[in-house]
């Protein structure tokens, strides 16, 4: 049972923290959830874990984002992408920046076309984009064909302003 | 049929079409000239996007002590935190000096003798007919201290593509290039036998002393395919026409094909190797082997294992090559 979980952890900790950080630009919060989703399955082991697990992180970072909202506050809270020492200061800026672009587009979509990426980003099949999103498996490709054409444009236009402007 | 909607296409290039279908689909591609340009447009997007999302990377942690964060997780797990640590081996392998925090090269070490303990009884399979020149191979318990290849310009096709893909380490990154080796200028090379090598450290010739030979297949080329992950069909397998001729020798090897991980875990009878920290591109099979395959910076590593007589080896083989050393601690990373 305990096994069972660090089993759990061991293979999906990473990968359930990194999409997280993606979605929510917090990684303390990521951190955060993924214990909470972890305790969770302690409750209450579940048999199809990767799709289990990453349902209930979304869940909660929607729950999170709805009472967010309710209170007024800022969704979510972007920290500065901490640049690495080794990285030439121009470098790290230029990274930066395309960093926040690809967040700000990834706003723009709306929150299944944004799962379904942060999700087949991780490797997930169709068939598990589609049990832990609740999606018909013959949805998915159409979902992602969408999201992906519309990060890619939002990412271009983004750059196309920035060129405008410096 | 009618024309290729956008999802399938999708479904496609992500390899989630069964191949039962895929004969019909193949059809009307070679047939619709429409159907093969809006192909390579959405394989472009779904390459960029993917790229676009995993520019987005965890940030590593400069501050605080890592003990102090390990001790609130599962104990199994800590080295799975740090997927970035595995990088940074490579880097410090590679001869470079990590101008960032200490604390960050020292959580190198405890991961290496926790592994050292973890599997003494691996044997590992010297290698027979390799690929060269590019691959360096790690031997079980082989305290290999090669030095570092030296630094040298790499062309221009080494620095194709991966850009993105692992932006956090420019920097060493660039110096890689330099570093990157000749395996990365001709993927044609793959796929030659190379006469063996002549390592034979103490240790593995009373472990093994009939070395194994692990025949490593071709590496798919192109970068794309390297990218592209688990089950993805190359753009050249869907558009049967005007496929890129592979090499006859490519041919000749045997041909890897991916599997999944539960297949995996079966062949080797339930022990699959995998390396700690990070995350493998896919998993394949050819002939005996099981080989599960690592994005480097420039190119794969391969972690092949195959079960005989009920005992598992495995090698590991990186392309282009990477100092022994680095390959090394790769190797004490390795974890059933």
């Known amino acids: 049972m305990t096994g069972l979980i660090a089993g759990l952890f061991a293979e999906y900790h990473e990968s359930l923290v990194r999409m997280l950080y993606r979605r929510t630009g917090d990684r303390d919060r990521a951190e955060e959830i993924a214990q909470e989703v972890f305790a969770r399955a302690v409750v209450a082991p579940p048999r199809n874990p990767r799709p289990w697990l990453f349902a209930v992180a979304l869940n909660l970072v929607r729950e999170e984002g709805r009472r967010a909202a309710r209170q007024g506050r800022r969704l979510v809270l972007y920290k500065a992408e901490q640049p690495e020492a080794a990285e030439a200061p121009d470098e790290a800026m230029d990274r930066g920046e395309r960093i926040a672009r690809v967040r700000s587009a990834l706003e723009g979509l709306t929150e299944r076309d944004r799962e379904a990426l942060l999700l087949k980003a991780e490797g997930f099949s169709y068939d598990e984009i589609a049990a832990t999103l609740g999606l018909a498996p013959g949805a998915v490709g159409t979902t992602l064909s969408r999201a992906r054409r519309r990060l890619v444009e939002a990412y271009r236009a983004g750059e196309a302003t920035q060129h405008v402007a410096s | ?336």
Not at chain 2, 300 to 307: F, M, N, Y
Request: glycine share 6%.
């Open chain 2, 1 to 336: 049929m009618s024309h290729l909607e956008a999802g399938l296409i999708h479904a496609l290039l992500d390899g989630e079409i069964p191949s039962a279908e895929l004969p019909a689909i193949q059809a009307h591609l070679a047939a619709c000239a429409d159907c093969r340009a809006r192909l390579e447009e959405e394989s472009r997007m779904q390459a960029e996007a993917g790229r676009l999302v995993e520019l987005i990377e965890v940030p590593v942690r400069t501050s605080g002590s890592p003990a102090a964060r390990f001790s609130s997780g599962a104990p199994r797990a800590w080295p799975r935190r740090f997927a970035w640590a595995a990088t940074l081996v490579l880097a410090v392998g590679l001869g470079y000096a990590v101008r960032g925090s200490r604390s960050d090269t020292s959580t190198i070490t405890p991961a290496t003798n926790t592994t050292a303990v973890a599997s003494p009884q691996t044997a590992v399979a010297a290698e027979a007919a390799v690929p060269s020149p590019p691959a360096a191979k790690v031997l079980a318990s082989q305290p290999a201290r090669d030095k570092p290849v030296q630094p040298r310009r790499a062309n221009a096709a080494a620095r194709d593509g991966r850009k993105e893909s692992a932006p956090r380490q420019e920097e060493p990154k660039r110096e890689a290039r330099v570093a990157a080796d000749a395996a990365a200028q001709s993927e044609g090379a793959l796929g030659r036998a190379a006469p063996a090598a002549p390592a034979a450290p103490a240790e593995v010739a009373t472990a093994a002393p009939k070395p194994a030979p692990l025949v490593t297949p071709p590496a798919p080329p192109g970068f794309a395919a390297l990218r592209a992950g688990e089950r993805r069909p190359r753009l050249d397998e869907i558009v049967a026409a005007g496929a890129p001729e592979r090499s006859a020798a490519a041919k000749a090897a045997v041909n890897p094909v991916p599997i999944e991980f539960p297949e995996a875990v079966r062949r080797l009878g339930g022990a699959l190797r995998l390396i700690e920290g990070m995350v493998p591109i896919r998993l394949e099979a050819a002939g005996d082997d099981v080989r599960v395959v690592y994005l480097l910076e420039h190119g794969e590593l391969v972690l092949a294992q195959r079960r005989t007589e009920g005992r598992v080896t495995f090698s590991l083989t990186a392309t282009p090559r990477l100092p022994a050393d680095s390959l090394e601690r790769l190797r004490a990373l390795v974890r059933e």
